[in-house]
């Protein structure tokens, strides 16, 4: 079902330092141009110009986002983080510089201290990065209430560099420029002749009631996700 939506605000964390992965400075800025200028939803505390991010340094700001961002923007009640950069195999941590990881219970132990969560506003993290499908499979489990989860592939799956997010722009966009989510998850395999080189199969976990989409009420704008479904409820 839909939900009142005032805005989505967001926060980007990028890790220079892994300069194999040269989009995701790159996949950043396009979420936020698409964001901004066509979707025409504000973006605020954009904190993902350090190019060098440690746990410390993130984990500050993403303190702030919960806390002081969310008490400036009252009218908000959906709180949206996106992650690009590297995801630890066994559990899906996020992969900072000097060997710093954050956990989803890192970020969850910030958010239930927050002035956002005693407010009842929502979580929402999109994930690009390699084994984020853990991060939705512990959701599930934990049956959490108040947070949705975005993850570019499953527990077991790697990304590619710069993929996730061009098809997950491409997803939100209105017809005739936006594609089906049919399409957009057979963009996620990679072929050569007939043969699967490469696969991700994106993955959500949403509260109940499996829906898709969060709708911005101020913007009239849907919020898609993409991928296998999972719920509270199983």
Known sequence: GTTDRT??????VTAK???HLTEVFKDMY?????????????????IGLDPEPERDWVMK???GFFNTDAEAH???DTMLVYYSGHGEGTAGDWCLHNDDRISLDDVLTL??????KSKAKVLVLVLDSCHSGWWVERARDLKLPDVIIQAACSKTQTTLDGSFNAVFIDYQKLAPAGISHDTAMSRMVLTRGDTIVHECRPC???PRGGAKYILCSA??????????VHTASG
Not at 7 to 12: A, F, K, N, Q, T
Not at 30 to 46: D, G, I, P, Q
């Open 7 to 12: 805005s989505l605000r967001g926060v980007s």
């Open 17 to 19: 330092s892994n300069i």
């Open 30 to 46: 396009e979420l936020v141009r698409y964001w901004t200028k066509e979707a025409k939803v504000e973006v605020s505390a954009k």
């Open 61 to 63: 700001k993403l303190c």
């Open 74 to 76: 009252a009218d908000t």
């Open 111 to 116: 958010w239930n201290g927050s002035f956002a």
């Open 204 to 206: 959500v976990y949403v």
């Open 219 to 228: 913007t009239g704008q849907t919020f898609k996700l993409m991928g296998d």
